[in-house]
């Protein structure tokens, strides 16, 4: 599967695209905003992963979980990875959530990734809502949601402990519905 936009292809992991995941999310400014990733982030971590996702993506049309390597167009990089998991089919929800390289951050390909994410969920799929979560104290996601039009529904107290720095964090709740993803 590849969806592409007019910088980003978005497309199922593979092997090769190990290095720039160490290299993505090795660095504590990028991981300690995520539950899942440990740091120090090891090619062994790297390949864990990979294989994860390649069984994933094998699952074909009844998959619950697309897990998408964003990769930059203009230098065949992969700059960071966006989800879209939890997918209820008879509800019409999902969730998900998106990490960059810090080399790669604050040039808008986090609100591009994300955004053609939404458009996958809500036209292609039918889903009807999208939930994401933040980690408390990460403006920069907050501020990207709001701009895709998502809507503050609460907070979860100490709801992860987080793999790269051990600390329990709290996670903001925010919620877009599909008829809201059309207004926008």
Same mark, same amino acid.
Request: overall charge positive.
């Given at each position: 599967m590849k969806i592409e936009t007019k910088r980003l292809i978005l497309r199922e /992991? =593979?092997?090769? %695209?190990? *290095?720039d995941l160490v290299e993505g999310l090795n660095n504590l400014e990028v991981t300690k905003w995520l539950t899942f990733a440990p740091y120090p982030y090891t090619k062994k971590d790297a390949k864990? /992963?990979?294989n994860y996702c390649i069984k994933l993506s094998k699952k074909g049309s009844k998959r619950e979980s697309y897990e998408f390597a964003i990769e930059l167009k203009s230098g065949k990089k992969v700059i960071g990875g966006v989800s879209l998991n939890k997918i209820n089919r008879f509800q019409g929800t999902a969730g998900g959530g998106i990490w960059l390289n810090? =080399?790669?951050? %604050?040039? *808008?390909? *986090? #609100?591009e990734a994300f955004g053609v994410r939404l458009n996958f969920a809500f036209n292609q799929l039918k889903l009807r809502r999208i939930e994401n979560g933040f980690l408390k104290g990460n403006k920069s #996601?907050?501020?990207?949601?709001?701009?895709?039009?998502?809507?503050?529904?609460?907070?979860?107290?100490?709801a992860f402990r987080c793999k790269a720095d051990g600390k329990l964090k709290d996670e903001y709740i925010m919620g877009l519905l599909r008829k809201e993803w059309k207004k926008n």
């Open positions: /992991w =593979n092997k090769k %695209d190990a *290095g864990e /992963w990979i810090k =080399n790669y951050q %604050d040039k *808008g390909y *986090g #609100s #996601s907050f501020k990207m949601l709001k701009r895709l039009g998502y809507k503050l529904e609460g907070m979860k107290r100490e």
